[in-house]
């Protein structure tokens, strides 16, 4: 709730508008020019956010305006471009794939996923709840659980549920320390990215293919589009379909707020439900275009409103505005005594993802392993965009179904990883609820393995003995 009461002027809102956007504007231009920049594959976004992380560190921006205010400012920003960039994806029109072996590939990468988001989870839960009943006594045992969401989700959801914890349970410095987890994330998958790749390409298992200019796999035109002499603008429908949709949702949030459900709606239903902004955004979306599809069944609808294209470059936009705000908002001086465990999990969980996401990839998809790998390891340390920077590296001309897999599983790892989400609302209450949490997750995560695995366990298990 506290993302949407905040006060700013006009002229605050501008001025932090306008570094935003200059910010990136020069990152843009360091990565084109610096070779080293370039190779590494960063995200022009996570660039800018780092320059104003620096210039905010050495207090370049003390004597110009408050900084608590612009701290707040971008935390705002990383939460609400987080569910728009959502709810633009996911009113995009899909045509679904009939082909069972292509379908039983988005399923497998979608358990994959998931899988990767509970053993992170695993990893950094333990690891939390180990140093907070030893060394660490005043740590917030649940903060690991911050390791997929900054991780595997990114910056948005990391602020989302860090303020959650920071502002419902106690945990100082808990947004902060949710955005390092995501930009720490985003520098893995460069570093450890690009490091593969290069380790495999001298190995001979990659070859350096002709770079091809990224484009969306489904940036298709429909003929019922809006015509181009319509007198309202492609590019207004989508923006007003989405805000339309976020609205909706807001209202949603704003009336279970305003509900009597006693103590535990108060302390736990209530923060989930505004954490969880970008996922019911998203369900509406499905149901908008659900009566879209309807209304064009009976002819009371002609025209495709949803532009796949345009939508696309909203959502890279808003992802964009995320990542740079969220590394921007990182408030460095209340971190100081979370440098340990933040460099503890981050470590151990860059280690355990790499060879998780290795191993599974390459026994899920053996025709074209190194590409599924490098898709899904980027992604699940940074983003979606971030997987297929990293994929163009290898399948510059997305000849493999690494990229569908990509786009499509994130219905099966929404819809599996659900009960993940619900887990949050009950571990920051306390030590025992933690490690009930980490129980759970550990369950859920042996049962995903072997719903993964099913056909090689299953195949053993039938295969007859042979006979000398």
């Given at each position: 709730?506290?993302?949407?009461?905040?006060?700013?002027?006009?002229?605050?809102?501008?001025?932090?508008?306008?570094?935003?956007?200059?910010?990136?504007?020069?990152?843009?231009?360091?990565?084109?020019?610096?070779?080293?920049?370039?190779?590494?594959l960063l995200p022009t976004a996570l660039i800018g956010g780092l320059i104003m992380l620096i210039l905010k560190s050495f207090g370049l921006?003390?004597?110009?305006?408050?900084?608590?205010?612009?701290?707040?400012?971008?935390?705002?920003?990383?939460?609400?471009?987080?569910?728009?960039?959502?709810?633009?994806?996911?009113?995009?029109?899909?045509?679904?794939?009939?082909?069972?072996?292509?379908?039983?590939?988005?399923?497998?990468?979608?358990?994959?996923?998931?899988?990767?988001?509970?053993?992170?989870?695993?990893?950094?839960?333990?690891?939390?709840?180990?140093?907070?009943?030893?060394?660490?006594?005043?740590?917030?045992?649940?903060?690991?659980?911050?390791?997929?969401?900054?991780?595997?989700?990114?910056?948005?959801?990391?602020?989302?549920?860090?303020?959650?914890?920071?502002?419902?349970?106690?945990f100082v410095g808990g947004t902060s320390f949710g955005l390092s987890i995501a930009t720490i994330g985003f520098l893995v998958a460069g570093?450890?990215?690009?490091?593969?790749?290069?380790?495999?390409?001298?190995?001979?298992?990659?070859?350096?293919?002709?770079?091809?200019?990224?484009?969306?796999?489904?940036?298709?035109?429909?003929?019922?589009?809006?015509?181009?002499?319509?007198?309202?603008?492609?590019?207004?429908?989508?923006?007003?379909?989405?805000?339309?949709?976020?609205?909706?949702?807001?209202?949603?949030?704003?009336?279970?707020?305003?509900?009597?459900?006693?103590?535990?709606?108060?302390?736990?239903?209530?923060?989930?439900?505004?954490?969880?902004?970008?996922?019911?955004?998203?369900?509406?979306?499905?149901?908008?275009?659900?009566?879209?599809?309807?209304?064009?069944?009976?002819?009371?609808?002609?025209?495709?409103?949803?532009?796949?294209?345009?939508?696309?470059?909203?959502?890279?936009?808003?992802?964009?505005?995320?990542?740079?705000?969220?590394?921007?908002?990182?408030?460095?001086?209340?971190?100081?005594?979370?440098?340990?465990?933040?460099?503890?999990?981050?470590?151990?969980?860059?280690?355990?993802?790499?060879?998780?996401?290795?191993?599974?990839?390459?026994?899920?998809?053996?025709?074209?392993?190194?590409?599924?790998?490098?898709?899904?390891?980027?992604?699940?340390?940074?983003?979606?965009?971030?997987?297929?920077?990293?994929?163009?590296?290898?399948?510059?001309?997305?000849?493999?179904?690494?990229?569908?897999?990509?786009?499509?599983?994130?219905?099966?790892?929404?819809?599996?990883?659900?009960?993940?989400?619900?887990?949050?609302?009950?571990?920051?209450?306390?030590?025992?609820e933690t490690l009930i949490t980490l129980a759970i997750v550990i369950v859920m995560f042996i049962a995903f393995n072997i719903l993964l695995?099913?056909?090689?366990?299953?195949?053993?298990?039938?295969?007859?003995?042979?006979?000398?």
């Amino acid at each position: 709730m506290n993302f949407w009461e905040f006060e700013l002027n006009t002229f605050d809102v501008w001025v932090f508008l306008g570094i935003l956007v200059i910010v990136f504007l020069l990152a843009n231009v360091l990565r084109r020019k610096v070779g080293f920049i370039r190779s590494s594959l960063l995200p022009t976004a996570l660039i800018g956010g780092l320059i104003m992380l620096i210039l905010k560190s050495f207090g370049l921006f003390d004597q110009l305006f408050d900084v608590k205010k612009m701290n707040k400012f971008m935390e705002s920003v990383t939460y609400h471009t987080l569910a728009l960039g959502v709810i633009a994806l996911m009113l995009k029109s899909t045509t679904k794939d009939k082909n069972k072996e292509a379908q039983k590939q988005i399923f497998n990468a979608g358990l994959i996923t998931v899988n990767t988001y509970l053993i992170q989870a695993i990893v950094g839960t333990a690891l939390t709840v180990l140093l907070a009943v030893t060394f660490l006594k005043d740590l917030f045992p649940a903060a690991g659980l911050l390791l997929p969401l900054g991780f595997g989700q990114g910056s948005g959801q990391a602020n989302n549920f860090g303020s959650m914890f920071q502002t419902k349970h106690g945990f100082v410095g808990g947004t902060s320390f949710g955005l390092s987890i995501a930009t720490i994330g985003f520098l893995v998958a460069g570093i450890v990215g690009v490091f593969h790749i290069n380790l495999m390409r001298r190995k001979g298992r990659i070859k350096i293919g002709e770079d091809a200019t990224f484009t969306s796999i489904e940036e298709t035109v429909s003929p019922n589009e809006i015509p181009v002499s319509e007198t309202v603008d492609r590019l207004s429908i989508q923006v007003a379909l989405i805000m339309v949709v976020y609205f909706i949702t807001f209202l949603l949030m704003f009336g279970v707020e305003n509900l009597k459900i006693g103590a535990f709606g108060d302390d736990t239903l209530k923060p989930m439900i505004w954490g969880f902004n970008f996922l019911i955004g998203s369900l509406f979306a499905v149901l908008l275009k659900f009566v879209f599809k309807r209304l064009k069944t009976r002819d009371l609808m002609t025209r495709d409103y949803p532009n796949n294209y345009l939508l696309n470059r909203i959502s890279g936009f808003m992802f964009d505005l995320m990542i740079i705000a969220g590394t921007a908002a990182i408030e460095i001086e209340v971190m100081k005594h979370l440098v340990l465990p933040l460099v503890i999990i981050t470590f151990v969980g860059t280690i355990v993802t790499y060879f998780y996401v290795r191993t599974l990839a390459y026994k899920m998809f053996p025709s074209y392993q190194e590409e599924a790998f490098v898709s899904l390891f980027g992604m699940l340390t940074g983003t979606n965009s971030t997987g297929m920077i990293l994929l163009r590296e290898v399948d510059p001309h997305f000849e493999t179904p690494a990229a569908s897999n990509l786009i499509y599983q994130s219905f099966y790892a929404i819809a599996l990883g659900f009960p993940l989400f619900l887990l949050l609302g009950l571990a920051p209450r306390g030590l025992n609820e933690t490690l009930i949490t980490l129980a759970i997750v550990i369950v859920m995560f042996i049962a995903f393995n072997i719903l993964l695995l099913r056909a090689q366990i299953f195949k053993s298990k039938t295969k007859k003995p042979t006979t000398s």
